[in-house]
Each structure stands twice: as structure tokens, then as C-alpha cells.
């Protein structure tokens, strides 16, 4: 399944990240000099050091994006209900899937954002529309699944009357990011996730696409009453 890849990819480049992290690497040297006191063989007690360091930082990148990235707080429809929750006939909210021969090969989503970008008083706010599970299955990237996928959103938030399309996107999937960006997104931030566990962390980049001209005066309005 798609959704699986793209967890079995983030967990991948969260436990290399967190190997190199000074204080498994600390914990690593202390076990390889407790066992190697024990037994006297360096190659074991490199292999057992080494095992525990993989061991740890691949159970603190999985329960990491658990409890942090995929929870029912942060991911409310739950990957079992996803179909469900996008197409339930809520305005504004829904879910696409592109198949082959029968297999589902992509998905994505959108629905509006929880906290709207307030305008001034007596202006219309401007409606965000989140991007949300973005997936193409890896043998299928790179033929124009991805951009089909992403141009249905698009034209769906449009017809909603969205005038701003958000996305988050983590530091490990870099073509992502690449695609997004020739896309027409531009980046706006960067948030750190390091909060769950003292081991994990990773960046999510946020990314934005305006859908009209207004949308964007609204937004610059919006942001120079917040530097004021």
C-alpha cells in the first residue's frame, strides 16, 4: 500500500538520522566496553553494540512517527478510515485515488484547514485548503501520476473556492519537496518536530500555492498586522 511505503521511508531516514545522534553513540561505546569486559572478543561485542544502536533508533523513529506524525490527534481519518473520513460529503473535503490494472498506485487528499488566515473587519477570510496524503507507489513515479493526482486537487480546491492550497512535507522525502516546488509551491517555513522522544526529530517543510491574486493581498495584509 501506498500510505505503507511512504511510513517505511520515513522510518528509514529517521533511524539513520538518529544512529548519528551523540548520545546513542555515547550508549554505544559504553555497551561495546561493557561487553567486551564480559567477553573478550571484539567482534561480538562490536556486533552486540552495533545491533542495540540499529535496535534503538529503529524503535525511536517508529514510535516517534506514531505518536507524533501519524496519531488520531494529527491524522484524525486514521489510514483504515481514510477513504471514509475525505469522501464522507462534507463540503470542501475529498479523496482520489489513481489505479492500474485494477491496483491502486497513488492517492491524495484535501480538506480545509482547522484555523482559517482572518482578514481584516468586514473583508471575506481567506480559505486554506490542506494537502494532505500525497502518495504515488515508487515504480509508478516519474510518469505524470504524481502531477495528475496533484492538478485534480487543485482544481477540486478551486472549485470549493479555496484560495490557498497548505502542505507539509518532512525533510526526508526530498523529491517531494523537489516536485512541489516545480509544481508552483513556494516554501514558507520550516517546523521541527522534536518534542515525543529525546532521539527523534526531523524538519516538516510547509508549503504554500496561492490560487488567486486576492488570496495573496489577504495574506500579506494579514501578515504585516501580525508584525505590527
Not at 523513529?61 to 490527534?73: E, I
Not at 495528475?148 to 472549485?159: N, P
Amino acid at each position: 500500500m501506498v500510505v505503507r511505503n511512504i511510513s517505511n521511508s520515513m522510518i528509514l531516514g529517521i533511524t539513520l538520522k538518529g544512529i548519528r545522534h551523540p548520545l546513542l553513540s555515547v550508549g554505544t561505546l559504553m555497551v561495546f566496553a561493557v561487553v567486551y569486559q564480559y567477553l573478550g572478543n571484539i567482534v561480538v561485542s562490536g556486533a552486540v553494540a552495533s545491533g542495540g544502536l540499529v535496535c534503538i533508533s529503529y524503535a525511536n523513529a517508529y514510535y516517534g512517527l506514531k505518536y507524533r506524525l501519524f496519531n488520531s490527534k494529527s491524522s484524525p481519518d486514521g489510514s483504515h478510515k481514510m477513504y471514509a473520513h475525505y469522501n464522507s460529503g462534507q463540503r470542501g473535503r475529498r479523496y482520489w485515488v489513481a489505479e492500474h490494472d485494477g491496483v491502486i498506485i497513488g492517492g491524495v487528499g484535501i480538506q480545509k484547514q482547522q484555523k482559517s488566515t482572518a482578514g481584516k473587519s468586514g473583508e471575506r477570510r481567506t480559505t486554506v485548503a490542506e494537502l494532505k496524503r500525497m502518495a504515488v507507489e515508487p515504480e509508478y513515479r516519474r510518469m505524470g501520476v504524481a502531477k495528475a493526482l496533484l492538478d485534480t486537487a487543485i482544481e477540486f480546491a478551486k472549485q470549493q473556492g479555496y484560495d490557498v492550497i497548505i502542505l507539509d512535507t518532512s525533510e526526508i522525502q526530498q523529491e517531494a519537496m523537489r516536485f512541489y516546488l516545480k509544481c508552483g509551491f513556494e516554501e514558507i517555513g520550516v517546523t521541527r518536530c522534536d518534542t515525543v522522544f529525546p532521539l527523534f526529530s526531523y524538519n516538516l517543510h510547509n508549503f504554500r500555492l496561492r490560487l488567486n491574486k486576492k488570496a495573496q493581498v489577504q495574506v500579506q495584509l494579514f501578515l504585516s498586522t501580525v508584525e505590527r
